[in-house]
């Protein structure tokens, strides 16, 4: 059974290690907003897209008061090597088994071309301070996702 999330419903809590080793859970980050996008792999055209584009706009989603976490299934050496590479500046989440993105809703059946495949889908969580879902992108865009979570942050905070 499909797992569906909605503003207002209270984030499923987690501990992932980050590139790193690093562990982070969601109640580290309580009393600040999380800006949680899950992707399906490093290094693929699509997802570095998005991680570039949530780079470019890093240091004015942290002006918003917003962290941003990563997740996708690839293990922590991976997700190191993409980081450096693309000059990430925020952790990247190894969720190897996909219980989290499970829990999110971003791990399941999906459809690409007509072929049904289980995998992760493209979602975007923006969590609030308090620990619950105040925006999500159950297929998030990824060449502009920076900007789309940007001006969500900014309308949240009525500075559209």
Same mark, same amino acid.
């Given at each position: 059974?499909? @797992? ?36 399906? +792999? ?12 949530? +780079?470019?706009?890093?240091?004015? @989603?942290?002006?918003? !008061?917003?962290? @941003? ?10 997700? +190191? ?7 990430? %500046? ?27 495949? @289980? ?19 159950? +297929? ?5 996702? !920076? ?10 905070? !009525? %500075?559209?």
């Amino acid at each position: 059974m499909a @797992i569906t999330l909605e503003a207002g419903d209270a984030a499923p809590e987690f501990a992932l290690p980050d590139q790193d080793g690093a562990t982070h859970r969601l109640a580290d980050y309580r009393g600040q907003t999380v800006v949680l996008y899950f992707y399906p +792999r490093d290094f693929t055209s699509g997802c570095t897209k998005q991680a570039c584009s949530l +780079r470019d706009a890093n240091a004015e @989603i942290a002006a918003e !008061g917003a962290v @941003i976490l990563g997740v996708s299934t690839d293990d922590v050496a991976t997700h +190191r090597r993409f980081r450096e590479e693309h000059g990430l %500046r925020f952790p990247l989440l190894s969720d190897e088994g996909a219980e989290v993105s499970t829990r999110y809703g971003s791990w399941g059946e999906k459809t690409l071309y007509g072929r049904k495949s @289980i995998g992760m889908t493209r979602s975007t969580f923006i969590i609030g301070p308090d620990g619950k879902l105040v925006r999500l992108w159950k +297929r998030a865009r990824a060449a502009d996702h !920076g900007e789309t979570v940007l001006k969500a942050l900014r309308d949240l905070a !009525g %500075r559209s």
